[in-house]
């Protein structure tokens, strides 16, 4: 009987030692998780910029001749600052989360005139001169958090020159990059082939970043015969699906999804319930993934 009483005074005493064992670990476990939720939703990196208003826009142009003279690390010296900005230069932006985009694409494609109809900047000869990196950044609002994204233009001459400069230029534009938009021209199938060595090219300093194809000149585009416009289309779609990419077909002239394609990516990056619809009609702005 009395071997009986203490075979179950340790099976109680056992039951017992694995029940807190049980409710610690449950408190482990939502204290992990609470730790967890907080460390993802912190930003990769924090930068203060000087803000105006909604948004605040930050002009940086780097020569070519800066981009570094070996091919090493391709530091970035002595850069050209224009700021744009009025009002309170000391309001306190320890809360901004300061992302950065990269542009890629051949010369001519209108990546530049993308870039500005983007900013809210009108482009004019002067603002923009031919360098081989070009830096303009914008500020604004989402859901109470300010997000600034720095967005970084690589000249076109940077992969049809093979030097150590122009390796530093692509190098110093895509390093941190949460996302590499690969431009052409839809009116020139010349620019789409030449997506895939952009793309190889990126992916050689950064594995990450989300990749996006854009289409300009849509108001162009759709001046061209029905049927080229089908082969161009398709020819693109196959593409973006090479490079896991989605696809826009956008007109900075006519504002034609510029915006909605930084819309996007904001939502990808924190996961923001936003639909992005397809569209797949030849003649009209294809949205593809």
């Known amino acids: 009987m009395a071997h009986l ?3 179950l005074l340790r099976l109680k005493l056992k039951r017992t030692i694995i029940w807190r064992v049980a409710v610690l670990r ?3 476990g939502s204290l992990w998780d609470q730790v967890l939720a907080c460390w993802i939703g912190k930003p990769i990196q924090y930068r203060q910029i000087l803000e105006s208003g909604p948004t605040a826009t930050v002009c940086h142009h780097f020569p070519s001749g800066e981009m570094g003279s070996s091919c090493g ?5 002595g850069e050209m600052r224009t ?3 009025v009002g309170d230069r000391n309001k306190d932006a320890s809360d901004l989360v300061a992302l950065k985009i990269t542009l890629l694409g051949d010369n001519l494609i209108g990546k530049t005139s993308f870039l500005a109809k983007y900013i809210g900047k009108e482009k004019k000869h002067d603002d923009f001169p031919a360098t081989e990196v070009k830096q303009m950044d914008k500020t604004l609002s989402v859901r109470g958090a300010r997000i600034s994204y720095s967005i970084w233009e690589v ?3 940077a992969f ?3 030097d150590c400069g122009s390796t530093a230029a692509i190098r110093v534009a ?4 949460v996302a590499i938009l690969f431009m052409f021209d839809l009116t020139s199938r010349c620019t789409l082939n030449s997506v895939i060595g952009w793309y190889q090219q990126a992916r050689k300093y950064n594995q990450t970043a989300i990749p996006v194809m854009v289409g300009s000149k849509f108001d162009d585009f759709i001046e061209l015969p029905i049927d080229l416009q089908w082969t161009i289309s398709s020819e693109a779609r196959a593409y973006a699906k090479a490079i896991n990419a989605t696809l826009f077909f956008s007109s900075a002239s006519y504002n034609i999804n510029v915006n909605k394609i930084f ?3 904001t939502a990808k990056l924190f996961n923001l319930p936003w639909n992005l619809e397809r569209n797949l009609k030849v003649g009209e702005p294809i949205i593809d993934f």
């Open 174 to 177: 895509c390093k941190d990059s």
């Open 73 to 77: 690390d391709g530091i970035v010296s």
């Open 263 to 265: 819309k996007f990516v």
């Open 5 to 7: 009483c203490r075979k």
């Open 26 to 28: 449950r408190c482990a």
């Open 83 to 85: 700021v744009s900005a």
């Open 155 to 157: 000249g076109g001459d």
């Open 160 to 162: 049809s020159a093979d």
